[in-house]
């Protein structure tokens, strides 16, 4: 059965797409204008591209911003995993209901309650706010996003390599780290890269659980934004989809070489 | 032998232990202490609220603990105006999300299937990029001489410059723009699976292509519809940033209440209170939500 697209599919499309990508491609346009008026375009210019280098603020900013992002990330992704086999791969445990709540809670929640709520227990445990208490709260927030992916394909793969394994007398730590973690790796990939744009892109989370010298990009951006545009945010943010646009490129490429691998030896 | 079968054990379980006990730690016992927390008072002292908790005195601890701080939010109209206001906002924006996410998941669903990947990613892609930079670029194009005011005026469509930026037309267009992946994928993924047979079917019969979109399209879609209703609806009310930098003074929404409450007014006990009023609004779709949920489930088995 064909089906054939309506002249009224088509045009759905274009205008959703146009619609989802316009601002992001003016954004990183307007990052090259010569003129200082935001939205007065003044011929071809990187200036603001060396005045962001040149802002030693800014770049203090990204640097802590990409450190607690790699930090949590690499956290999340351990914690996500262990979450997602728990998940899949042992039945009924005691609390599960309470485990499964705690997983999908925190992806609704508004963020004003998380991370208000991290605050205040930081405080009440006696915990300076910094570095530390971001980063560990942009783990409790990604590491459930990276249990549902990596949990999506824990569910779709085939059982039978590792029971054959299993059955070859491997002990299942061995099965795991032999078959199964080559066979969810792509997930685990993407689940670290998800962790680690959400840790880098986080505003809310991050401005409660903040302190002295931890001050991330998105809040540097934020109060930058509410004192009005600047051509610099201009350009750090079409840094930033520049790396976020590279990031899924090549993670969809390893994504699609691993599928095509699998494939050819399964025949 | 057997000890290494006993450490095996143990260390099976460490697997649901270890996150099990982090979001314990990091998501449970948090809310604990909000809730104790709406019900202390304001104090000026570090940490500015009162009673603190003491092992030696947990009687004193416990009777100095009330409900002032929710007795506040039902007498000051402010807080019952800013939580109408956020779930008339949210829902507005998601039936505006579903008129445009529509007919965009469902072009999706009838483009040729060697495309249909690459528009699923197409859809994701912005997803990915920071959500305060895409919010951001809405305000170059919104402001009063920003890039739409100049389009239209140099197409000769309007006269005066458009005055859309600080208004709750700019958190509309923010709320579908930020949140319509939320609302296209997983409409896309109902609609993807439906049998086109039977829209042939009600053609053949007589049935008008509008008619047989309200008899067949639409209550196949249901989940998708509800699924993509509620993931846009239930982080909408809560939405901090969007009201901020789009809305103007009067957009009033119960999560920049709690923001103000908390870093203007370092009010930590209202502010907490605020924070349990907006769980208390958002349980309801939730609970809504497994049941469907449950339901689907037991239909597809």
């Known amino acids: 059965m064909t089906r054939r697209l309506s002249l009224f599919n088509v045009t759905s499309l274009v205008f959703g797409f146009a619609f989802l990508y316009l601002p992001i491609l003016l954004l990183v346009v307007y990052s090259f204008n010569a003129s200082r008026l935001v939205t007065v375009w003044g011929g071809f210019s990187t200036q603001w591209y060396g005045a962001l280098f040149r802002n030693e603020a800014l770049m203090e900013a990204a640097w802590v911003t990409l450190r607690i992002a790699l930090l949590s990330a690499g956290l999340s992704t351990v914690l996500g995993t262990l979450a997602a086999l728990a998940l899949t791969r042992y039945g009924r445990f005691l609390g599960r209901t309470l485990f499964t709540g705690m997983i999908y809670a925190p992806m609704v929640m508004p963020e004003v309650i998380t991370g208000l709520s991290l605050l205040l227990f930081f405080v009440a445990i006696g915990l300076d706010r910094g570095f530390w208490t971001v980063a560990l709260a942009h783990t409790t927030l990604t590491m459930c996003f990276v249990t549902v992916v990596v949990q999506s394909r824990l569910m779709t793969f085939d059982r039978s390599l590792e029971e054959a394994a299993m059955d070859l007398g491997a002990p299942p730590l061995r099965t795991f780290f032999a078959v199964t973690l080559p066979l969810i790796a792509p997930s685990i990939v993407a689940g670290f890269l998800l962790a680690f744009t959400l840790s880098l892109d986080d505003l809310v989370i991050a401005s409660f659980n903040t302190g002295p010298g931890a001050t991330t990009l998105p809040i540097k951006i934020y109060s930058q934004v509410r004192l009005g545009l600047s051509p610099e945010v201009n350009a750090a943010s079409a840094i930033l989809i520049g790396i976020v646009t590279l990031g899924v490129i090549v993670a969809t490429v390893l994504t699609k070489r691993s599928a095509a691998r699998a494939q050819r030896q399964s025949h | 032998m057997a000890g290494r079968s006993l450490s095996r054990k143990w260390l099976a379980a460490l697997v649901p232990a270890v996150p099990y006990l982090w979001l314990g730690v990091f998501f449970l016992v948090p809310f604990l202490i909000v809730l104790k927390i709406s019900l202390s008072d304001t104090a000026v002292a570090q940490p500015p609220y ?252």
């Open chain 2, 50 to 301: 009162k009673p603190v908790f003491d092992w030696n005195d947990i009687v004193g601890f416990f009777s100095q603990l009330d409900v002032e701080n929710f007795e506040l939010l039902v007498g000051d109209d402010l807080y019952l105006r800013a939580t109408l206001s956020s779930v008339r906002i949210a829902a507005i924006s998601t039936i505006l999300l579903l008129l445009v996410g529509f007919p965009i998941a469902y072009g999706m669903a009838r483009a040729p299937e060697r495309h249909r990947s690459l528009l699923v990613a197409l859809v994701i892609l912005p997803f990915w990029t920071s959500f305060l930079i895409r919010i951001y670029a809405w305000i170059a194009i919104l402001k009063p001489e920003g890039l739409l005011t100049q389009t239209l005026m140099g197409l000769g469509l309007i006269s005066e410059p458009l005055n859309i930026l600080n208004t709750e037309t700019a958190v509309y267009i923010g709320i579908v723009y930020a949140y319509l992946p939320f609302m296209v994928l997983p409409l896309y993924a109902t609609l993807e699976k439906m049998d086109d047979t039977l829209l042939e079917a009600a053609l053949d019969l007589g049935s008008t292509p509008w008619r047989s979109f309200w008899t067949i399209t639409v209550p196949l879609a249901m989940p998708g519809i509800i699924a993509g209703s509620l993931l846009c609806f239930i982080p909408a009310v809560g939405e901090f940033v969007i009201p901020d930098l789009l809305g103007g003074s009067e957009t009033l929404m119960i999560g920049r209440q709690l923001w103000s409450e908390f870093f203007s007014n370092r009010d930590w006990p209202l502010a907490s209170a605020v924070a349990i009023l907006l769980l208390i609004i958002l349980v309801m779709p939730i609970v809504i939500y497994r049941d469907v949920e449950a339901r689907r489930l037991e239909t597809e088995r």
